[in-house]
């Protein structure tokens, strides 16, 4: 997976599982579109949890750094970097995030995030597809 491999839209799909039993989900799009040198990546959809539902929208600039991914948050922090099949981290301590991005299934493709510590303990994965 390139940078360029995002371009255009994809289905998005994520279940969010926290230690609690909590479960949310979230049904949208993703839009990549050209940005610069690299990506700007809207996600929109609808966000549940616990029967209640809003909109929800997050925005990511998208990177290539050589074989490596360099992910930013919409107003260019670093996000965090990986390698398609590696494991990513992002840091925010006091809080760990590990991030693992699978490409095995292409055009499919999904992230699994782990965050634990003192704020936060959830399970997260997003699947990807093209409409």
Known sequence: MRVADLAGPWSVARVIRHA???????????LWHPEGSGMRCIEAGRLTQGGTGFEARRETLWHQDGAAIMVAFG????FHRFWPEREARHDCPPDDYRLRYDVSAWPCWSVRWRVTGPRKDYRALTRYRRP
Do not use: C, K, L, Q
Not at 20 to 30: I, L
Not at 75 to 78: A, E, H, L
């Open 20 to 30: 609690d039993g909590v479960v949310a989900r979230f049904r949208g799009t993703a």
């Open 75 to 78: 107003d260019g922090r670093p």
